[in-house]
């Protein structure tokens, strides 16, 4: 078993990362001691997912506490290093949401920091098992089938939570019913995301899977190949417009042609009721070197400009079901324009 993320004491404090950028060839953990470093980790993805970011974010803190001991910071020091992480991945609302909920500890300490901290991971591992329960639930009854042949994009197990997963999470709900045929994985822009970490963590469940190019999504829907698409979120808005790793819109565009639910899983966390609509959402633009280059090598003419947005926004009415640990919303066939308020505060 892997773990993402977690907080060890030694040698010394230290963030623990499994780092995602060298998977699959190589499984290597980094131990991350500066506020700096882990600022850098979370923006290159060697830790990503909207869960294992809500629990970066808290561990964070603690982070920027035992440097700050270390090196005699000023109290205001130390809030800078806090607030850049808080503002490392602007399009994902759990990382700030992970900072807030330790950040007015930090007065009483670094010990309460950190039980704060790890009362979120666990709580992370329990929610996404219960999402999944219910969103596995869900799409048997709506689908009206015993086994389902799913779709997903980007990577939402164990590697984007602090256990289990989200999208990804149903899966393995489904799988462990045996009410799963197949899934098609996405390779996933912008650093094949679906093909190197998706694959990896369904070879290791024993989920017969097949990786696909994003381009041929589409047309996977529109042929019948599958009866369900999953996806995870970096982001809902009040209205049940959700923020994902980008090429998720064509997806719930093809699902809404072809007549199949599309599926958001993620924790209630991840639902901003700050943010109304999806026009809110930051979307982060990556550098251009990854359009650009392939093992480094450059792979369009020189001088030619790239275009690299990390995430896209699927509206609302696009959304089959959303699925929490609170409960599943149908925001397509809701007229609440607030539609997730009610499962964030269930």
């Known amino acids: 078993m892997f773990k993402a993320i977690e907080w060890v004491e030694s040698p010394q404090e230290a963030i623990r990362l499994l780092d995602q950028t060298a998977l699959p060839s190589v499984e290597k953990y980094i131990d991350i001691i500066e506020t700096a470093s882990l600022v850098d980790a979370i923006q290159r993805l060697v830790v990503r997912g909207a869960p294992a970011l809500g629990a970066s974010g808290a561990y964070g803190v603690a982070l920027a506490m035992s440097e700050a001991a270390r090196n005699n910071w000023t109290k205001d020091q130390l809030q800078e290093a806090i607030q850049s992480v808080r503002d490392a991945r602007p399009t994902a609302v759990n990382l700030a949401w992970g900072v807030d909920q330790v950040r007015d500890l930090v007065p009483d300490g670094i010990e309460a920091v950190l ?9 992370d591992v329990a929610n996404n098992k219960k999402l999944s329960e219910l969103g596995a639930d869900w799409i048997l009854k709506k689908t009206g089938k015993d086994k389902v042949r799913v779709i ?37 822009r912008p650093l094949l995301q679906g093909a190197r970490l998706t694959s990896w963590e369904l070879k290791q469940l024993g989920i017969d899977h097949f990786v696909e190019a994003d381009g041929a999504a589409s047309s996977t829907i529109l042929r019948g190949l599958v009866d369900v698409a999953i996806i995870g979120a970096d982001r809902i808005t009040a209205n049940g417009d959700t923020a994902n790793k980008v090429g998720s819109v064509a997806l719930a565009l093809a699902c809404q042609r072809a007549g199949i639910p599309f599926v958001v899983a993620a924790p209630a966390s991840t ?20 359009v650009h280059e392939f093992q480094g090598m450059r792979a369009t003419p020189e001088g030619v400009k790239g275009f690299n947005p990390a995430f896209d926004v699927t509206p609302f009415d696009l959304i089959s079901a959303i699925a929490t640990e609170n409960g599943v919303a149908e925001p397509a066939t809701a007229n609440d324009p607030r539609v997730m308020e009610t499962v964030v505060t269930r």
Do not use: F, K, Q
Not at 115 to 123: K, N, P, R, S
Not at 162 to 184: C, P, S
Not at 271 to 290: F, K, N, P, Q
């Open 152 to 188: 997903t994009h980007c990577n939402t197990g164990g590697l984007a939570t602090v256990g289990w997963g989200t999208a990804l999470g149903i899966i393995r709900e489904l799988h462990d019913r045996g009410a799963l045929e197949i899934v098609y994985a996405d390779e996933t």
């Open 115 to 123: 039980t704060a901290a790890h009362l979120i991971a666990e709580a």
């Open 271 to 290: 639902v901003d009721l700050d943010t109304a609509t999806g026009d809110g959402i930051h979307i982060e633009l990556r550098t251009d070197s990854e």
